[in-house]
């Protein structure tokens, strides 16, 4: 009696704990999921395509799939140490960058016990050049909401902040410029053309409005562009200050992976400044435009046909800021064909007086 009271109170424990004894095989299953979780894939090396997928599973210590079970799925998560998440709901994904990641997985706050690694390799052959999606943003510096915005863009996963370029286009305040060939500031243009006239209004490679204040619906956004427009050209940027006629030299060469119409632009920033002066960084604001071609938002009369592998340039003065040149940077950006409207195929930063050369994907 006494060793089948003992084998009883055992199991009664292990369901309340939430723990299996791995000795003790007379353990019968209980309804809920119990630790330690596995997960697992089905391939651990994959083409960084954008179409090869890796499937997981996540396994309880009885070897049951929660990722088969509907109800189960929806409190699992899984991520990688490198930022990639697996969408909610979703039992696989893709990869559109080389590299090594390693993931996790947590069902109701507990983490999976192990860590898998994946390879995803061969970038190159999908796509050439480097990645960058413009992420554009109306604000303000009266404007309450944007400091929230702000906090998002600045909290995205570090895979995010190396394939996107922020541009800050100021809507009616001190740092507002006009926009070309308009009566309106640039941030104005943005917000009534892509948030029905109020800020802040950001907007990715002028295609995808983002209305949500979250760093992980930023990221997502950032990732499904990156898939579904690779991009089809790369860009070199250099710049210098001219010291005799007091004048930023820019020139930005693009160069086609597999030809096309083109239109190239550049737009000058100014980053890290607290306004008012001396107040904290609450007020603190970068990535400020503060000059750019008529071309930010639309095409041009400057569209040019590219052939593969064939280069053009495109090169312009703007006046020197009196701010520490250490604290300006320049843009290039080349537009395509989005419909009737315009797309950014690609965009870089760098600052002034260094060269961006290209780069290119593995």
């Known amino acids: 009696m006494k060793k089948i009271f003992y084998l009883t109170a055992a199991l009664v424990a292990a369901a309340c704990s939430?723990?299996?004894?791995p000795g003790d095989l007379t353990q019968e299953a209980p309804d809920e999921y119990v630790a330690p979780y596995t997960l697992s894939v089905d391939r651990t090396e994959v083409e960084a395509?954008?179409?090869d997928y890796v499937t997981f599973a996540l396994k309880d210590a009885y070897g049951r799939d929660l990722l088969a079970d509907m109800k189960a799925l929806q409190s699992v998560n899984i991520v990688s140490a490198e930022g990639q998440r697996?969408?909610?709901?979703?039992?696989?994904?893709?990869?559109?960058?080389n590299g090594t990641y390693h993931f996790t997985a947590t069902f109701k706050g507990q983490e999976s016990e192990n860590t898998v690694e994946i390879v995803a390799k061969n970038r190159g052959q999908y796509e050439k050049y480097h990645k960058n999606v413009a992420i554009y943003k109306a604000t303000a510096t009266w404007c309450g909401p944007c400091a929230f915005m702000t906090r998002a863009l600045e909290?995205?996963?570090?895979?995010?902040?190396?394939?996107s370029v922020e541009l800050c286009w100021h809507y009616q305040d001190e740092l507002a410029i006009n926009s070309p060939g308009t009566a309106y500031d640039c941030g104005t243009v943005l917000a009534n053309y892509y948030g029905g006239g109020g800020v802040p209004t950001v907007v990715l490679d002028l295609v995808t409005p983002v209305s949500e204040k979250s760093s992980s619906i930023l990221e997502t956004e950032v990732w499904q562009l990156r898939a579904k427009y690779p991009a089809t050209c790369g860009l070199k940027l250099t710049s210098s200050v001219n010291s005799?006629?007091?004048?930023?030299?820019?020139?930005?060469?693009?160069?086609?992976?597999?030809?096309?119409?083109?239109?190239?632009?550049?737009?000058?920033?100014?980053?890290?400044?607290?306004?008012?002066?001396?107040?904290?960084?609450e007020g603190k604001y970068t990535h400020i435009v503060r000059a750019t071609t008529g071309n930010y938002c639309m095409y041009s009369t400057a569209?040019?046909?590219?052939?593969k592998d064939a280069s053009i340039e495109f090169s312009?003065?703007?006046p020197a800021p009196s701010d520490d040149v250490s604290k300006l940077s320049v843009v290039a950006f080349a537009l395509v064909k989005n419909g009737e409207a315009a797309r950014i195929d690609n965009i870089v930063e760098a600052k002034v007086g260094t060269v961006k050369d290209y780069v290119y994907n593995e």
């Open 18 to 21: 939430g723990t299996v004894d």
């Open 49 to 51: 395509s954008g179409s």
């Open 86 to 97: 697996v969408t909610r709901m979703e039992t696989k994904t893709s990869f559109i960058a």
């Open 155 to 163: 909290g995205v996963n570090e895979d995010t902040k190396n394939h």
């Open 244 to 281: 005799s006629t007091g004048m930023i030299d820019i020139t930005a060469e693009m160069t086609s992976s597999t030809g096309g119409e083109y239109d190239l632009g550049l737009a000058l920033l100014l980053n890290d400044q607290v306004i008012p002066s001396g107040t904290n960084d």
């Open 303 to 307: 569209i040019q046909k590219v052939a």
């Open 316 to 318: 312009q003065s703007v």
